[in-house]
């Protein structure tokens, strides 16, 4: 597995965490100013950002063509981390105490 250390602090937003499967259906908002590849995604009452990219539509009711886990990961500069897969520009990692979740690629540096 790959290894990268955190390069900077990142906290997630405090808002519960959007799950969706492959076919659920949501509502699509706007596009993140900072991350335009990011929707806003409704579903079951709770929002999350999700890239656009996995969705059949561009805004409005959509059905999802990927599953996908809005969680992201607290960390702090030195931390080290497990590299799972990239999206968006965004990192699935894992920590030291098993705990996973997104942080952005621009916070993270490889050192395997």
């Known amino acids: 597995m790959a290894r990268a250390r955190a390069t900077s602090v990142h906290r997630a937003p405090d ?19 900072e991350w335009p590849q990011f929707v806003w995604a409704t579903a079951t009452g709770i929002g999350g950002w999700i890239p656009a990219t996995l969705f059949d539509a561009e805004h409005g009711p959509a059905t999802a063509l990927a599953a996908y886990d809005t969680t992201e990961l607290d960390v702090d500069p030195g931390e080290p981390l497990v590299l799972h897969h990239e999206l968006a ?13 997104w942080v952005p690629a621009r916070k993270i540096e490889r050192i395997d």
């Open 15 to 33: 808002r519960p965490a959007l799950r969706i499967g492959i076919g659920d259906r949501v509502v699509l908002g706007e596009r993140d100013d």
């Open 89 to 101: 520009d965004w990192w699935w990692v894992e920590n030291t105490r098993g705990a996973r979740g």
